[in-house]
């Protein structure tokens, strides 16, 4: 039975493209869907710090659409006006104890740091503080009240529902978390958890959550392979099955993030999702930090990001969206403490990678490499039919947002199936990172070096 179930765990996903693609015809106008994107955490503690206009130059370069900052900084806000880049912002730890405390202290925050600046800079949540719970545990009796005034502010300007508050938590504050099923919070902290899942639950937020394989593995004494912690393939005698759900885990992220949905449960919340907020590798450390290297650091983060934007979802919740930021852009040469902690980023302070991603293909988020800039487009002479069902597969179960299709819409003309085939084909295939056999669709779609955006005249 047990064996059974597992082997059925781990066919259903391979199954699930074919099965609908011959199936359902879905409704283009009603399948909107949440998809995993990836973002990047910018912090700014560098002795050279590049300009805001820099920065977005460096993040448009890089396709990078999601950012979380540190504070809300006016200039860094001004320079992501009329980008489309999403943005999180954060109320910083040392301005958390006046917000708390005053409902007027945070209605001018919201005032001076959002209210200013949207709807031309796209602000989607706002975090407020950071690993409070586990860094500032002074400030933990006013954390709630703090999202609390800040939530009641941008409702009173109608921006509650496009503005998301929450704050991000240190995965520490999570215990026994293997098996994943027997996790919990510390309890020391449930006076502060329940109000906190009940906030996040009613305002339709998510838990915020920063989760760092990298110490996991540095502080289990050689208990976790270094394979597990990076999402290397596993001899199947290695993987992780918990004994209590049966469920398969091949890597630390899921084990992690599926401790957190366990210890929501465990206070009988079932229904929050979740944001990686951080998660990434150093490139280098000391002599005490041996596994801090460019190749382990690339190895994580081109496996995470192909794992998130995958939507790969987790062995408790598969197929739901875990977004997650990289932490994080740049190497942050003041930071103290170990070597590492200077050597978290992505790039140097002149925007050159410390690495290039092995990601497949390019034109991805953060493929620097653009020579070889493939697209995936509906075929010449494909039956119509053919292509609306595929059109239909890939907005529905393939989970691209087509929402640009829409009337009205930026992408609506031309309205034609050809043009909009080629638009969510292109969609889905540069989410899948571009892997082989992901520009298919039943034999109506093809891959070409020519972007499809520039060849309006291609589509008939
Ligand atoms: C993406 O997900 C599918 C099904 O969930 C899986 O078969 C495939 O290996 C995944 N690809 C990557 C690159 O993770
Ligand atoms: C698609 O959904 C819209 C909105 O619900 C509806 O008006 C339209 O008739 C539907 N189209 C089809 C083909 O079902
Ligand atoms: C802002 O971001 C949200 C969330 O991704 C998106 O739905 C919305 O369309 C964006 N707004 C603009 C003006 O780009
Ligand atoms: C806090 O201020 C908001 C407006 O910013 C108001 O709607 C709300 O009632 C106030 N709450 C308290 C507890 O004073
Ligand atoms: C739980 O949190 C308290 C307060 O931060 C801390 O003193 C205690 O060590 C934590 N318990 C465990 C097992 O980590
Ligand atoms: C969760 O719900 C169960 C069943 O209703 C109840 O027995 C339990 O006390 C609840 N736990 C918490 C922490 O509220
Ligand atoms: C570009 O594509 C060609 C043909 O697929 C391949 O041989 C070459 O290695 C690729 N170059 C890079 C830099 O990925
Ligand atoms: C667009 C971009 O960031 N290009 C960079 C790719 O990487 C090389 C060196 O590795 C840089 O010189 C480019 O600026």
Redesign the pocket.
């Known amino acids: 039975m047990g064996l059974l179930f597992l082997a059925l765990f781990l066919v259903i996903p391979a199954a699930f493209a074919d099965e609908g693609m011959s199936g359902q015809f879905l409704n283009l106008t009603v399948s909107l869907s949440t998809v995993a994107f990836i973002g990047v955490n910018i912090g700014t503690s560098l002795s050279d710090m590049p300009n805001p206009t820099q920065v977005v130059a460096l993040l448009k370069a890089q396709q990078i659409r999601h950012v979380r900052l540190y504070d809300a900084d006016r200039a860094m806000l001004l320079a992501l006006a009329n980008t489309g880049i999403r943005v999180t912002v954060s109320v910083p730890n040392d301005q958390l104890l006046g917000i708390g405390q005053s409902n007027a202290t945070a209605a001018n925050w919201v005032s001076r740091n959002i209210l200013s600046h949207v709807p031309a800079t796209n602000i989607t949540s706002i975090a407020v503080g950071s690993e409070v719970?586990?860094t500032l545990?002074n400030a933990a009796p006013i954390l709630v009240s703090a999202m609390k005034y800040i939530h009641s502010a941008l409702v009173a300007s109608n921006l509650d529902s496009q503005i998301k508050v929450s704050t991000p938590h240190s995965s520490?504050?999570i215990?026994d978390s293997f098996p994943p099923s027997q996790a919990f919070f510390?309890?020391?902290?449930d006076p502060v958890m329940v109000p906190l899942l009940k906030f996040l639950q009613s305002t339709g937020s998510f838990l915020m959550l920063n989760v760092y394989p990298y110490y996991d593995y540095m502080q289990s004494n050689g208990v976790i392979p270094l394979d597990y912690a990076l999402f290397r393939p596993l001899p199947p005698n290695e993987e992780a099955v918990d004994p209590n759900t049966l469920l398969h885990y091949t890597n630390v992220f899921d084990a992690v993030v599926d401790a957190a949905y366990f210890a929501m449960s465990y206070l009988n919340f079932t229904n929050i999702p979740i944001t990686v907020t951080e998660s990434g590798w150093p490139s280098k450390g000391d002599s005490s930090e041996p596994d801090a290297t460019p190749e382990n650091a690339n190895t994580y983060n081109s496996n995470l990001i192909r794992h998130v934007l995958n939507n790969t979802g987790t062995p408790k919740h598969p197929g739901i969206a875990v977004s997650t930021y990289i932490y994080e852009l740049y190497n942050e040469d003041l930071r103290s403490g170990p070597v590492s902690e200077k050597n978290w980023g992505l790039f140097d302070a002149n925007g050159v990678p410390v690495y290039i991603l092995h990601l497949t293909g390019s034109g991805t988020v953060l493929a620097n490499d653009t020579t070889n800039q493939t697209y995936c487009v509906a075929r010449e002479g494909a039956d119509h039919k053919m292509l609306q069902a595929a059109l239909d597969w890939a907005c529905g179960p393939g989970k691209v947002d087509c929402s640009p299709l829409l009337q009205g819409q930026p992408c609506y003309d031309p309205d034609t199936v050809v043009a909009h085939a080629s638009y969510a084909f292109d969609e889905y295939y540069y989410r899948m990172a571009m892997a082989d056999g992901t520009c298919n669709f039943n034999g109506v779609a093809t891959i070409t070096t020519t972007d499809p955006s520039m060849l309006q005249y291609y589509f008939p």
Request: aromatic content about 10%; overall charge positive; hydrophobic content about 40%.
């Open positions: 719970l586990s545990s520490s504050i215990l510390n309890r020391t902290w």
